[in-house]
T-cell receptor, first 112, second 115 residues
Framework: RKEVEQDPGPFNVPEGATVAFNCTYSNSASQSFFWYRQDCRKEPKLLMS???SGNEDGRFTAQLNRASQYISLLIRDSKLSDSATYLCVVTPASGGSYIPTFGRGTSLIVHP | SAVISQKPSRDICQRGTSLTIQCQVD?????MFWYRQQPGQSLTLIATANQGSEATYESGFVIDKFPISRPNLTFSTLTVSNMSPEDSSIYLCSVDRLVGSNEQFFGPGTRLTVL
């Protein structure tokens, strides 16, 4: 089983739609969780951290389910500019070392 | 936020040659990281560049193939040695946003094509 798994998509949705991505991780000792956004031919950029209590930033909501070992990203009222690849990142707790593991990303296409 | 630049932004190289990629940060950082992103794949950590000591390499990556320098707290280089077409990839450096935050800033990347 891969350490971090994401549905590669693409998710093809109309403007204004609500779309959700999940990401599962295999290491139950994982410590930190993030969603990054990567536009075509660009570097990844941090979208949001994922906290145990869940967190919201405008149209974006991230949640963590430790029992089932997955994190989710919900995008409401999708915009054309949301089209990108969304990378799930998990940092395991391993003797204090920091080795982030990236998922392959979920591709989102928002169309008019 | 940190401002990170990389040189070159892209290159096309011949098999068997080597390329050195530079990463410059506008502030002092403790840890710098080098990643590879192959076409259609996610990011894979190559190594952590430590100032004043040897880099720490991840499984599958060795110093002879990917020598790294870290002469100070704002600069690092990654060399891709004896290149083959399988080394064609995007190479990215990154730094922690805040010490211990585990949130990373990435440089713009170096797009390498090996013929």
């Amino acid at each position: 089983r891969k350490e971090v798994e994401q549905d590669p998509g693409p998710f093809n949705v109309p403007e204004g739609a609500t779309v959700a991505f999940n990401c599962t991780y295999s290491n139950s000792a994982s410590q930190s969780f993030f969603w990054y956004r990567q536009d075509c031919r660009k570097e990844p950029k941090l979208l949001m951290s994922v906290y145990s209590s869940g967190n919201e930033d405008g149209r974006f909501t991230a949640q963590l389910n430790r029992a089932s070992q997955y994190i989710s990203l919900l995008i409401r009222d999708s915009k054309l500019s949301d089209s990108a690849t969304y990378l799930c990142v998990v940092t395991p707790a391993s003797g204090g070392s920091y080795i982030p593991t990236f998922g392959r990303g979920t591709s989102l296409i928002v169309h008019p | 936020s940190a401002v990170i630049s990389q040189k070159p932004s892209r290159d096309i190289c011949q098999r068997g040659t080597s390329l050195t990629i530079q990463c410059q940060v506008d502030s002092q950082v403790t840890m710098m990281f080098w990643y590879r992103q192959q076409p259609g794949q996610s990011l894979t950590l190559i190594a952590t560049a430590n100032q004043g000591s040897e880099a720490t390499y991840e499984s599958g990556f060795v110093i002879d193939k990917f020598p790294i320098s870290r002469p100070n707290l704002t600069f690092s280089t990654l060399t891709v040695s004896n290149m083959s077409p399988e080394d064609s990839s995007i190479y990215l450096c990154s730094v922690d946003r805040l010490v211990g935050s585990n949130e990373q800033f990435f440089g713009p990347g170096t797009r390498l094509t090996v013929l």
